[in-house]
């Protein structure tokens, strides 16, 4: 089994910045993909940034000029630091993993539990 801790989050105001961090642990053989999906009130969860193999990185559009998504391989952790924070940035935040648990193995998807950043203006 594999499980997602996040840390970070909290209460900002617009225009500051936020780290978020998440670490993976269990049986990982390799972690195939590390990101961030968020979820607004009332709205569908939504991709914010993600790392896959090869350091490929994604960013939503909406936060990609102000966003660096990193990852530490070796510790199988992700961390997303967020500038220039807006209102509409305040979401729940889900950590979210494509993780090899095993050599030549199937590879599963799993998320953290959330942690809630509201932004006010």
């Known amino acids: 089994q594999v499980q997602l801790v996040e840390s970070g989050g909290g209460l900002v105001q617009a225009g500051e910045s936020l780290r978020l961090s998440c670490a993976a642990s269990?049986?990982?053989?390799?972690?195939?993909?590390m990101g961030w999906y968020r979820q607004p009130p009332g709205k569908q969860r939504e991709l914010v940034a993600v790392?896959?193999?090869?350091?490929?990185?994604n960013y939503a559009d909406s936060v990609k000029d102000r966003s660096t998504i990193s990852t530490d391989n070796a510790k199988n952790t992700v961390s997303l630091i967020m500038n220039r924070l807006k209102p509409e940035d305040t979401a729940v935040y889900y950590c979210?993993?494509?993780?090899?648990?095993?050599?030549?193995?199937?590879?599963?998807?799993?998320w953290g539990q959330g942690t809630r950043v509201t932004v006010s203006s």
């Open positions: 979210y993993a494509i993780i090899t648990t095993k050599f030549g193995g199937p590879k599963f998807q799993y």
């Open positions: 790392v896959t193999t090869g350091a490929n990185t």
């Open positions: 269990g049986s990982i053989f390799r972690a195939d993909a």
